[in-house]
């Protein structure tokens, strides 16, 4: 058999070609029309339902609220905080929604999520700051800054804002009971910046950057003067004020330092520090560091 008698066009008589023609007409258009049809079925508003719609039955706010407590209660703050958020989400603009956040805040400081708690108390006090809660939300967030503050080895800045936002409820909310305990974190945040402060002072008195030590004991003495560090720095300021040679300045400092601390060891060092080089405490009144304490040592 020849290569044209394989050939279908070849061995089909001229009388049966326009039936096969239509034939294969028919056959391409209802391909095409199979297509066309599952292309237009997803047009199509009145076919068979594709992406289902679900419909989350509604809630009301009382129960959102309480299944964020027993999340509290179970030992799951993270996941109560969530719930707490759902009231903003599903209510807003309402009281829900104000509870919810400063629940969410507290859910979220239980939690550990101290970021995260920094960011809902701010936006609590900034939306609420006439609310009778707005103290208690100033506090969280100040105390969520205080669980973050590291040793005086590394930056201080979480205890700085800590500080800050102690102040502020003592300052703004003077009647709240946060008041007693802000207080006392205000001194101990001053406390560690202080120290943060005498660490650096002492870094660079050990390499005799005595005007850059100075500096950082004048900002104990400035700014933190009520802290258990300005006893060691007013001797590290007699220190660094003999090494200047900058005597009376030196002698202000120890006799500032006897009048204030007289019993304390580091006034008996800095005394006999003088002693060695032939001075003895004397204060200067006009110097800065007798005017900042308003101490007259008698002569």
Not at 97 to 103: F, I, Q, S, T, V
């Amino acid at each position: 058999m020849t290569f044209a008698a394989l050939n279908s066009s070849a061995s089909v008589p001229a009388h049966r070609a326009p039936r096969l023609a239509v034939r294969g007409a028919l056959v391409l258009c209802a391909a095409i029309s199979l297509a066309s049809c599952s292309f237009f079925d997803d047009l199509n508003p009145f076919g068979g339902e594709k992406y289902k719609m679900v419909v989350e039955p509604d809630v009301p706010a009382t129960k959102v609220y309480d299944q964020g407590l027993a999340k509290l209660a179970n030992g799951a703050p993270a996941e109560a905080a969530k719930k707490f958020t759902d009231l903003g989400t599903k209510f807003p603009d309402s009281d829900w929604a104000r509870k919810g956040l400063l629940m969410t805040t507290y859910a979220q400081f239980q939690a550990g999520d101290y970021d995260g708690a920094e960011t809902s108390a701010e936006k609590y006090v900034k939306l609420y700051p006439k609310s009778t809660e707005a103290a208690y939300a100033l506090y969280l967030e100040a105390s969520a800054y205080y669980s973050q503050i590291p040793d005086v080895s590394r930056d201080q800045d979480r205890a700085g804002k800590a500080m800050d936002l102690f102040k502020k409820v003592v300052q703004n909310y003077p009647d709240s009971e946060y008041v007693s305990d802000s207080k006392f974190k205000i001194q101990v945040t001053s406390d560690q910046l202080a120290g943060k402060e005498m660490s650096i002072g002492r870094f660079y008195l050990n390499r005799r950057n005595y005007t850059a030590a100075i500096n950082r004991f004048r900002n104990v003495l400035t700014a933190y003067q009520t802290t258990r560090h300005s006893e060691e720095a007013l001797y590290r300021l007699t220190e660094a004020y003999l090494g200047l040679g900058i005597t009376d300045e030196a002698q202000t400092a120890a006799a500032v330092l006897g009048h204030n601390f007289p019993d304390g060891q580091w006034y008996k060092d800095a005394y006999n520090l003088l002693k060695g080089g032939g001075l003895e405490p004397k204060e200067n009144q006009q110097s800065w560091i007798s005017k900042l304490y308003h101490a007259v040592v008698p002569s």
